[in-house]
Structure formats: structure tokens, C-alpha cells
């Protein structure tokens, strides 16, 4: 009986987008998207001198804000208030963020 399965020399990772269906393909795409943003962000934040959570905080709320047209919420809004000087330092502030 031969195995179906993929061997690890056999298997070739970049055929897996052509096999998921477009909408799949596309949300990971964003998922992605969203990761590599609030990673890039939150990095830029605590090289600027935001504590490590609340860089966490206001890089997710940037990068859903940017992706998804999601306002921050009120909590959120407070920390983007309390560091804004460093978000405009770490060039990631939006004109419309607080809005």
C-alpha cells in the first residue's frame, strides 16, 4: 500500500496558495499582514521608549486601524493620547486616529 502523504523533500510550500480558496488565501494574507504590522510597530514604539505592553496595545489598535478602518477604542485612545509623542517620534502617528 503506498502512503498519500507528502514527504518533507517532496512537499513544496507555494502550492499551498494555489489550493486554498481565494477568500482563504486572502485572509491569511491579512492575518499577515496585521502580524507583520503590529511586530514592525510595536518594535518602533519600545525602540522610542514605550513600555513594552502598551506598545503592544497601541500597535494593534495602528494596524487595525489601518487594515480594517477600526477606530481604537477608549482605552486605547487614552494610551495613544499618554504616548503621543512617541508615536509621532516613531513615525506612526494617523491623522484620523483619534478622531
Known sequence: MTSMMA???SFDPSSIATELPQHLAARMNIANDFRDRGI???Q???REGV????ARKIASAIAKFELFEKPPSQDQKQLISQFSAFVCRAQLWRSD???
Open 40 to 42: 514592525t510597530y510595536w
Open 51 to 54: 513600555p513594552k505592553d502598551e
Open 7 to 9: 514527504t518533507p523533500s
Open 97 to 99: 486616529l483619534l478622531i
Open 44 to 46: 518602533k514604539l519600545v
